[in-house]
């Protein structure tokens, strides 16, 4: 079964005052039908670009995009304008970050969502007011057929995000693709905007692509993830197999990181060291080798840039790998010492 | 609302009394004698009789505080009279105002129509060709001094016409001495009454028009970069409509507002271009009085175009809170 | 014309013009490190400005003024002296012309252009030290200094400038200093206002509540540490000041209210050139000219300066 949506060799880069800024550098990212994809970096490791690049979301006059989305056997980066268009929002819906300002504060909520849904179909003004309404229900928006004339700016933060995802699953799309949804909601109301999000989503039959930068998140609700760094994927796998066998000094860094609950009282919290790379000149070879503890440079860490699934040797016999989508992949080049060398996350 | 609405006619009224008062300060009892320039009409110096004459004719000799009084009650019951030709002040306002919110609205509509649109194809095409020259000529247009910029106009279409022999149309009189408001509907002029209209208009406009014009960009570039703009695109809305109902929108709320506030900017700053052109509106009769040391013309006159600023102001205020949803008029929601 | 708004679009941020964007635009959040060595505000700035086509022929202007004011009238003949020919076109003796009065033009240019900046610098100087004074009071004490300070600031802006300028002139009488003081006096009030709102903003600050905190006296916390913050919009408020005072002399001397004769102010020469209009347009074209140059170049320059300084958070 063909996933819903590939990402295959991605490269982005924007031209600034600076020089040109690699933001990805060649990314393979396929989700499939149900998935809770989830992807993982801190700011700058090129997972929000690597979002807006799917739906050609990016400022035309300043990127330059190679490589191929592919969205069932058409390649969106190539695709026309109004074909573009109309897989925004009626097949691909996106969700992004801040409601406030990804909201229009001069029209209601309803009257945004209604221009959405007529967009896409030739829907009177009344049932698509119909619409905006039952997806306002189905948030869990209380009293939906008098808030829906209300302005973005009289919701409290949660409620303004149910609405925006009230507004991305009107048409119903088969892949919501959301950009850090709750960063700029209260921590209390977190957690409950993403279970929505992802139950409603799921219940609608959509798949859903996660773009965060909290690891936290991704346990409760991901099946899947990838973890992003300096623009390209570092490791990859099921949420399950990645929480159990990190295998990328990155991904364990990270979850050293994280506080515990199950943590003795003495166990310190590791922070990764070093600072996040320049984008504007990445350092040669893996991008994470200045901050990583077991980096080498007979292993090639500081000349030759890793793949996810091959080890060297399988690289130099030429061996293809089957079914990566399912792999556990690891851009390391020492990826079979990690274990040894870095013990387990909790130990 | 309506509570919004009595409180700042409260305080307008609060601010004309500050503002009568300083006028009154300024004009009447600090060192300056009107009863001697105005004695001296004929260019004779007056002799001390005849000066003493005039002030106890125009109150002048009365104290202060008893001045004041007068020259309140006069300048809101419009009842005051010109200390030179004993013209009663109303008939000047009655006659004058018309002349100077005509002017005022033609100028607002070429501000508003030439200012916006030359913004938004400055912000749609930016860098380009045309945008460098909109923004220059909007920078420049707001260094030319009003009088300069409308003897320029008048040399050209007047002076510079009528030696070369232009067209009929191409030549406009240098001076508005033909105004006659017989020939006008409200603010609609006869064809004929076009002709006078057309130089001060512009010039009045000019550097509101450029003020607009570089405000229209630079929201307009905000707009477009914004957000919710980015969100409707992502609706998959037609680039069309994301222009209009989420960029242009959006940009020209503060346009328009700071349009609605330069309508009582521009009534109070005809002066300039009424003395230009003679126009006979407040602006000159104004600029006039003062030379002549006319007090109660002054006065009263000022008034009225701080009347009709403060409420343009009070009416943009209101209307704000149309356009945007998320101004709750009076305090917090 | 001066009139309060002199061009000076209000207060909105800048939006980049050159080729590329700060990544902060871009919805990028790349923490960099160093790429390049860490630099002041006042060579970002400088940076900046020096980019700005604009803004760097508005400061060529106002050099190329200040040195005709300041040498200009080594290498022309006294402006009134009289020639016994007058209404003469341009000349190679005379290369602006003479005046309906036998004034050498080029000479009274030049003397004009030294009197508009004299005046237009020195009234700005004024009215910011009044406007700052003021600002800094009401912003700090806040309540009911604030008040009264602006209740006082609102009546005079609501009287239209030209009839306050007038009323300024009819208590102070004409000539220099009366118009230096009533452009001054008419002036301080938007930079009160920006002023004020400074203090405003930066006084919530905690680093500042700290230090009142320490017991700092109010004095020196209004001097050390608010007002340096204070004072970048009042730099973009002074350049753009000057060149809407000049307008605002040429205005007034216009008007017959400024300057008074014989002393060559730009704006009385065009008021005289009103009835040659016809006949010598030369009279009216170079002071008008003058005029705009001078005017220009400041507001080139202040709206330079406001691109420059408008980081938003670097």
Redesign the interface.
Do not use: C, K, N, W
């Given at each position: 079964m063909p996933p819903l949506l590939q990402i295959e060799d991605l490269h982005v880069g924007f031209s600034t005052e600076d020089g040109v800024v690699q933001a990805v550098r060649g990314v393979d990212i396929a989700v499939e039908e149900g998935d809770v994809l989830a992807i993982v970096g801190e700011s700058g490791s090129g997972k929000s670009v690597t979002a807006l690049s799917v739906l050609g979301l990016h400022p035309k006059g300043r990127t330059t995009i190679s490589g191929r989305v592919m969205w069932g056997d058409e390649d969106l980066v190539t695709a026309s304008d109004e074909r573009l268009r109309r897989v925004r929002g009626a097949e691909i819906a996106m969700i992004f970050q801040d409601p406030l300002s990804a909201l229009n504060p001069v029209y209601t909520v309803g009257r945004q969502i209604m221009e959405m849904v007529r967009a896409h179909g030739d829907v009177s003004k009344s049932a698509a007011k119909e619409r905006a309404i039952e997806m306002l229900g189905l948030v869990g928006i209380p009293q939906p057929r008098k808030r829906v004339d209300n302005y973005p700016h009289e919701f409290s933060g949660g409620m303004r995000q149910r609405a925006m995802i009230a507004m991305a699953l009107s048409c119903d799309p088969k892949l919501v693709i959301a950009d850090e949804p709750t960063t700029a909601l209260d921590v209390t109301v977190q957690a409950q905007v993403l279970e929505l999000l992802v139950d409603v989503t799921n219940r609608q039959g959509a798949a859903v692509m996660l773009i965060t930068h909290d690891l936290g998140v991704v346990a409760g609700m991901a099946n899947k993830v990838a973890v992003m760094y300096a623009g390209k994927v570092v490791e990859q796998a099921a949420a399950v197999d990645m929480f159990d066998e990190p295998s990328h000094p990155y991904t364990i860094g990270l979850l050293r990181s994280l506080p515990r609950v199950d943590a003795d009282g003495d166990a310190q919290l590791i922070p990764i060291g070093g600072q996040p790379p320049s984008m504007l000149n990445p350092p040669a070879g893996c991008a994470f080798h200045p901050r990583c503890p077991i980096a080498l440079r007979e292993a090639g860490c500081d000349t030759v840039i890793p793949t996810l699934y091959h080890t060297p040797s399988e690289l130099a016999s030429g061996e293809v790998v089957d079914d990566p989508i399912h792999q556990h992949g690891a851009a390391c080049w020492r990826r079979d010492e990690v274990a040894e060398l870095l013990g387990t996350v909790r130990g | 609302m309506a509570v919004f609405i009595v409180r700042r006619l409260f305080s307008l009224a609060v601010t004309l009394l500050g503002g009568f008062t300083l006028l009154f300060i300024l004009f009447f009892t600090l060192p300056s004698d009107p009863a001697r320039v105005i004695a001296g009409g004929n260019g004779r110096a007056p002799s001390e009789a005849v000066i003493a004459n005039t002030e106890k004719r125009l109150g002048l000799d009365k104290p202060v505080y008893e001045q004041y009084w007068n020259q309140l009650k006069d300048t809101v019951t419009l009842s005051g009279e010109s200390f030179q030709t004993r013209e009663p002040v109303s008939e000047m306002v009655t006659q004058r105002l018309p002349a100077s919110l005509r002017l005022a609205i033609w100028a607002m509509l070429i501000e508003a129509s030439v200012g916006i649109g030359a913004g938004v194809l400055s912000a749609r095409r930016r860098n380009s060709l045309a945008d460098t020259l909109t923004t220059t000529a909007a920078v420049v247009a707001g260094a030319i001094p009003v009088f300069v910029l409308g003897y320029l106009l008048t040399l050209v279409t007047g002076v510079y016409a009528f030696k070369h022999n232009w067209p009929e149309w191409a030549r406009l009189p240098t001076l508005s001495n033909d105004y006659d408001p017989d020939k006008w509907f409200l603010f609609i002029p006869s064809l004929s009454q076009v002709e006078i209209l057309i130089q001060p208009a512009i010039i009045l406009a000019a550097v509101s028009t450029a003020i607009v014009a570089r405000l229209t960009r630079t929201t307009m570039l905000e707009a477009q970069t914004s957000d919710h703009v980015r969100t409707a695109r992502a609706k998959g809305l037609r680039e069309k409509t994301v222009s209009r109902r989420h960029v242009l929108r959006n940009a020209l709320i503060p346009v328009i507002t700071f349009i609605g506030i330069d309508f009582g900017t521009i009534i109070g700053f005809a002066i300039l271009t009424e003395t230009v052109f003679q126009w006979p509106g407040l602006g000159s009769k104004i600029a006039r009085a003062a030379g002549q040391s006319d007090l109660p013309v002054v006065l009263t006159l000022s008034m009225v175009v701080m009347l009709i600023y403060g409420l343009a102001n009070l009416a943009v205020d209101i209307s704000y809170a149309k356009l945007d949803p998320r101004i709750r008029l009076g305090g917090a929601k | 014309?001066s009139?309060?708004?002199?061009?000076?679009?209000?207060d909105?941020?800048?939006?980049q013009?050159?080729?590329?964007?700060?990544?902060g635009?871009?919805?990028?959040?790349?923490?960099?490190?160093?790429?390049?060595p860490s630099r002041s505000l006042f060579e970002d700035a400088w940076r900046r400005f020096r980019r700005n086509k604009?803004a760097m022929f508005g400061l060529f202007l106002v050099v190329f003024l200040i040195l005709v004011a300041l040498f200009g009238p080594l290498f022309v003949q006294d402006p009134t002296k009289l020639s016994k020919t007058y209404l003469e076109g341009p000349t190679n003796q005379h290369p602006f012309g003479l005046d309906n009065k036998g004034g050498d033009v080029l000479a009274r240019v030049v003397h004009g252009i030294r009197l508009s900046l004299f005046i237009g610098i020195l009234a700005t100087v004024l009215e910011t030290f009044i406007g700052v004074v003021v600002g800094a009071l009401a912003g700090w004490y806040g309540r009911y200094v604030d008040s009264v300070a602006m209740?006082?600031v609102?009546?005079?802006l609501?009287?239209?400038?030209?009839?306050l300028a007038?009323?300024?002139i009819?208590?102070l009488g004409r000539g220099v200093s009366a118009v230096i003081l009533t452009l001054a006096f008419t002036a301080w009030l938007q930079t009160a206002r920006t002023v004020r709102a400074g203090f405003i903003q930066v006084k919530q600050l905690e680093y500042i509540e700290a230090a009142r905190a320490l017991g700092v006296s109010g004095r020196r916390i209004m001097l050390r540490h608010i007002l340096p913050n204070v004072l970048q919009p009042v730099v973009v408020l002074m350049a753009i000041g000057v060149?809407s005072a000049i307008?605002s002399e040429?205005?007034l001397s216009?008007?017959?209210?400024g300057v008074k004769p014989p002393n060559p102010s730009l704006?009385l020469m065009?008021?005289d050139?009103?009835s040659f209009?016809?006949s010598a347009?030369y009279l009216?074209f170079f002071p008008?000219i003058a005029?705009?140059l001078t005017?220009?170049g400041f507001?080139?320059v202040g709206?330079g300066l406001r691109d420059a300084l408008d980081v938003k958070d670097n």
């Open positions: - | - | 014309m009139d309060g708004r002199d061009g000076f679009v209000p909105l941020p800048s939006h013009t050159g080729v590329g964007t700060p990544l635009a871009l919805g990028l959040d790349v923490s960099l490190t160093e790429i390049g604009l209740r006082f609102d009546i005079m609501g009287i239209p400038y030209i009839i007038y009323a300024f009819t208590v060149g307008l040429a205005a216009f008007l017959g209210v704006g065009v008021s050139a009103q209009l016809s347009p009216f008008g005029i705009i005017v220009l507001l080139l709206d």
